[in-house]
């Protein structure tokens, strides 16, 4: 076991103490997910005439891969746990994950969504039966609002990136991977946020490199992995289209997984992000949000080499219709909401 930071506690006095995540752990979330849910297809790509792979996360129940990690978490709450419900903070895609889990394992779940999430997101986090409290971004903390949510509610809180059973959940995708490939990638594009999902495909797949791809002025991770600590994002951030994958920070514990495991690091522009769409569309049939085609975008950007074993993640497939069918059209769409 492990204390969290200080500044954690105060942010969340309901985690005292957490284990670290594990490769033991990530093959145990993929047994319980892989009863469950059947594994994401892994489809052929050619890139720039290479021949290699991504895995359409997009095509889950809640079309995204965030269902693994709300799934795993959920699944190890103690019954008393359970009975308190939880409480999560999200623009949409871990909202569903964990409205999903809970509504199949009956717990009570809040979700602290930003008013300028993308509508199609919040329709469907309601849908799954989870209560909703909103706040205004920027303007206010959400980890404050979380945390008041938590305190008041005496509920447990499921962090998007920076919980140990979550970061798990969401390496079972590289599980699923090699059991598909026969063998574990040379490298996997995971589009990142607060590093989740890339520190959880450190675990599945240590032989693997790991490359994070966030977008333009939003790369936390990629600081954090260069600096060595976690580096928050500026007083005036840019915008970007890639709702799913604007975090201030990264934690700790994901930093402490890719330390020596994740590089080189990618960004990618908003126009990068878009062709990436259009490609995944017309190539591959797949319907992608913005922030589910950033690993994507980096590849065919020419800034990853690629292999026959490469592996591109596909996160994620929450987009407004009108929206996606003006990118489809080569129209600029500034913002998915």
Not at 74 to 103: C, I, M, P, Y
Not at 120 to 145: C, F, H, Q, S, W
Not at 225 to 252: F, I, M, Q, W
Request: net charge negative; with cysteine; hydrophobic share 45%.
């Amino acid at each position: 076991m492990c204390s969290i930071s200080l500044e954690q506690t105060r942010e969340f006095p309901i985690l005292i103490q957490h284990p670290l995540p594990s490769t033991e752990g990530v093959h145990a979330a993929a047994r319980s997910i892989a009863a469950i849910l059947p594994p994401t297809p892994l489809l052929p790509v050619e890139i720039a005439g290479v021949r290699c792979w991504v895995k359409a996360e997009s095509l889950q129940p809640i079309g995204a891969f965030k269902i693994r990690g709300g799934w795993w978490r959920l699944s190890n709450l103690t019954e008393e746990e359970r009975a308190r419900g939880v409480v999560a903070v999200s623009s949409g895609n871990h909202a569903q994950g964990v409205a999903w889990a809970a509504k199949k394992l009956g717990i009570k779940a809040v979700i602290v969504m930003p008013r300028d999430a993308p509508r199609v997101k919040l329709a469907a986090t309601r849908a799954l039966g989870a209560e909703i409290v909103l706040y205004n971004r920027p303007g206010e903390d959400r980890d404050e609002v979380a945390a008041r949510e938590v305190e008041q509610r005496g509920a447990v809180l499921v962090h998007a990136f920076g919980d140990p059973w979550v970061i798990e959940g969401q390496g079972s995708a590289g599980i699923e991977i090699t059991q598909q490939l026969g063998r574990q990638p040379s490298r996997i594009l995971a589009c990142c946020g607060g590093g989740g999902l890339a520190a959880g495909l450190a675990l599945a797949c240590p032989d693997a490199a790991i490359l994070p791809v966030e977008p333009q002025g939003w790369d936390m991770v990629g600081q954090a992995v260069a600096a060595g600590e976690v580096v928050h994002v500026g007083p005036n951030p840019p915008s970007t289209v890639c709702d799913a994958l604007r975090p201030d920070a990264t934690k700790e514990i994901n930093l402490s997984v890719l330390r020596n495991r994740a590089g080189p690091c990618l960004s990618v522009t908003d126009e990068e992000v878009r062709a990436a769409q259009r490609f995944a569309f017309a190539n591959l049939q797949l319907v992608l949000e913005p922030g589910g085609a950033a690993a994507l975008a980096a590849a065919l950007a020419g800034k990853a080499q690629l292999d026959e074993h490469s592996v591109i993640m596909l996160t994620g497939g929450n987009t407004d219709p009108g929206d996606f069918a003006r990118v489809i059209g080569g129209k600029t769409v500034a913002f998915d909401n």
